[in-house]
């Protein structure tokens, strides 16, 4: 009996774009720890300077600068952000990027033990059903991730795009403020990270290839806006859900939003079959409802 159905025969990486799978490990690690930090700081400088009822006020962002946490953390997520640009730069975008998922075991254990409250069976199933979504995602990706050169129109589509999130999200802001939704600031900030992630590899791949111009350097600010309007969102996310509750957002919708633009936009899953796709969308379902689980379960939530 013969079948039509495209199967891959082997895995497309090489073992150089191998290797970057421990290389997105190490800097999901110190993804999780700058984000204990930084969480903790935030919690300092509001127990100093007071909450604010529509987001962090200018005063408490610089009052963040002198908080010694919030700089090691900002100093250790730096790191993980270098490790990601190098492990996004020479693999597909679509296996290690979800990769930063680890960080949320870590978070999560972390955030139980220095709060003293234990994760309720409910919690972990959260925690769990994210890495799962994650893990079956990265399997797929894996096997079907592919790279190629990303010529002018597929960047010039990606920075549209990101003008139109960043107009749908600047809008709703004025309404998030106001009721301090912790899951807002967490989706805002992870699907502009995962614009990050994407824009950061185009800009570093042209750099390699020798190719610099206009498009370019609009790439460059939509990294540095992108980056620097989720980087408040964050922050925000801290002052009004745990850490534990960031990180689950941030290493799904930011891998999803990056993945969905390189599989969409970027063609490295062009080729998959079927069956591959479809267990991409299941794979993301299940990873977002497990960030939605822990926003209703996570330890800080319970009273």
Known sequence: MTTDLPIPDAV????????????????????????????????RVEAKLGRQS????????????????WVLGTLMLGLAVVLQLFSITNAPLIVVQPLGAVALVITTWFSSRSSGR????????AVWTCIVGVGIFVAIAAFVGRESAIDA????????????????????????????????????AGVLYGFVATLAKVVLNR?????????????????VVAAALGGYFVQNAYSSGSADLVIAG????????AVGIGVLVLGEAEGAPWFAVLGFLVA?????????????????SRS
């Open 284 to 300: 993301a379902v299940v990873a977002i409802t497990g960030v939605f689980l822990l926003a209703k379960h996570h330890p800080e």
């Open 12 to 43: 497309n990486l090489t073992p150089f774009q191998a290797l970057m799978i421990p290389v997105a490990l190490v800097g999901a690690v110190f993804l999780s720890l700058g984000a204990q930090f930084q969480s903790r700081g935030v919690q």
């Open 118 to 125: 234990p994760l309720g069976q409910q919690a972990r199933r």
């Open 250 to 257: 941030l290493t799904v919708i930011d891998p999803i939003v």
């Open 153 to 188: 129109a597929q960047l010039t589509t990606i920075l549209l795009i990101l003008v139109v999130v960043l107009a749908v999200v600047l809008v709703s802001f004025r309404f998030a403020a106001k009721h301090q939704v912790a899951l807002y600031y967490i989706v805002a």
């Open 207 to 223: 750099f390699v290839a020798g190719t610099f111009d206009w498009l370019t350097v609009l790439a460059i600010v939509g990294v």
């Open 54 to 69: 529509e987001g962090l006020s200018v005063r408490h962002v610089l009052a963040l600068l002198g908080s010694g946490y």
